[in-house]
Nanobody, 124 residues
Framework: QVRLVESGGGLVQAGDSLRLSCTAS????????MAWFRQDSGTDRDFAEF??????????IHADSVKGRFAISRDNAESTVYLQMNSLKPEDTAVYYC???????????????WGQGTQVSVSR
């Protein structure tokens, strides 16, 4: 069973950058499309907000709210997915989840495997 572990979250100021990493253990990510979602505390993960997706072939989709600021990438040899976040805003504050999905989908209910999440907090 593939397990996803995120890292790289933290507390930063508006305008700063962070890079999140998601590393798989117990298997390979090659067979999945990989995505990042984010969730405000207290909300159900089925309503998590889509952030970005990278397909098995490397094609990417980014939510309009992060387009031009965030970039998703993957390194299949390292079984790792990244989310580079630049020009962070207070409204980017959330728990960020890495997700593996068998379909190219931006909906959280299609996720097959979730990571445990990493907190990103952006102060004014």
């Amino acid at each position: 069973q593939v397990r996803l572990v995120e890292s790289g979250g933290g507390l930063v100021q508006a305008g700063d950058s962070l890079r999140l990493s998601c590393t798989a253990s117990g298997g390979t990510l090659n067979m999945y499309h990989m995505a990042w979602f984010r969730q405000d505390s207290g909300t159900d993960r089925d309503f998590a907000e889509f952030v970005a997706l990278i397909s098995q072939g490397g094609g990417t989709i980014h939510a309009d709210s992060v387009k031009g600021r965030f970039a998703i990438s993957r390194d299949n040899a390292e079984s790792t997915v990244y989310l580079q976040m630049n020009s962070l805003k207070p409204e980017d504050t959330a728990v960020y989840y890495c997700a593996a999905t068998p379909e190219i989908s931006t909906h959280p209910t299609n996720v097959a495997i979730w990571g445990q999440g990493t907190q990103v907090s952006v102060s004014r």
